[in-house]
């Protein structure tokens, strides 16, 4: 039972540079999310999903997208990385209504130089 | 918007001795609240998830309570052990659960 898988776990990238976080889940969970983690920020929604093919921007969305193409995957790109990005990022997923609590991944460290 | 807050930030106790951790959120219009487990450069574990129609959740040690007239939970952790040390994150879902809004935590250490 994997619950919720993030590749890579850790990551540098150069300014500029874009890349794919990826995000899967074995649960049949309808909401998947993602949280970037900074020191003194707290986790941040970045952006969520409801379900396959709909996608919604949450606090932090600006310079990532998303796409929800199957019920399992939610992939989070960066377009052009900046230092700004520097942060842990987690998938998440829950069952629709949040009944069942939420299940987190394991994250990604990301280092943009 | 929700703000979610943890006080205090940081708790040292000596080993044995009971653990009482506060959150509390200015909209008391919420799904549920759920309390997560963080060890240092590891995701989150959940500890105990609280719908708004309940009072209270237990699970061994582990007890919270959710007042949502007040806009507060509690977290207890009875007779607290070294393993306890870690950052406790209290998170409180909106909108049917599908968005979860974070306070700052607050990190345990537990004194053998």
């Known amino acids: 039972n994997a619950g919720v898988t993030q590749t890579p776990k850790f990551q540098v990238l150069k300014t500029g540079q874009s890349m794919t976080l990826q995000c899967a889940q074995d649960?049949?969970?309808?909401?998947m999310s993602w949280y970037r983690q900074d020191p003194g920020m707290g986790l941040r929604l970045i952006h969520y999903?409801?379900?396959?093919?709909?996608?919604d921007q949450g606090e932090v969305p600006n310079g990532y997208n998303v796409s929800r193409s199957t019920t399992e995957d939610f992939p989070l790109r960066l377009l052009s990385a900046a230092p700004s990005q520097t942060s842990v990022y987690f998938c998440?997923?829950?069952?629709?209504?949040?009944?069942?609590?939420?299940?987190f991944g394991s994250g990604t460290r990301l280092t943009v130089v | 918007k929700q703000e979610v807050t943890q006080i205090p930030a940081a708790l040292s106790v000596p080993e044995g001795e009971n653990l009482v951790l506060n959150c509390s959120f200015t909209?008391?219009?919420?799904?549920?609240l759920q309390w997560f487990r963080q060890d240092p450069g590891k995701g989150l574990t959940s500890l105990l998830l609280?719908?708004?129609?309940?009072r209270e959740q237990t699970s061994g040690r582990l007890n919270a309570s959710l007042d949502k007239s007040s806009g507060r939970s509690t977290l207890y952790i009875a007779a607290s052990q070294p393993g306890d040390s870690a950052t406790y994150l209290c998170?409180?879902?909106?909108?049917?659960?599908?968005?979860?809004?974070f306070g700052g935590g607050t990190r345990v250490l537990v004194k053998p």
């Open positions: 998170a409180v879902g909106e909108a049917a659960g599908n968005k979860l809004t």
């Open positions: 609280i719908q708004s129609s309940q």
């Open positions: 999903s409801v379900g396959a093919g709909i996608t």
């Open positions: 649960m049949n969970h309808e909401y």
């Open positions: 998440a997923s829950s069952r629709a209504g949040g009944n069942g609590g939420y299940t």
């Open positions: 909209d008391s219009a919420i799904y549920n």
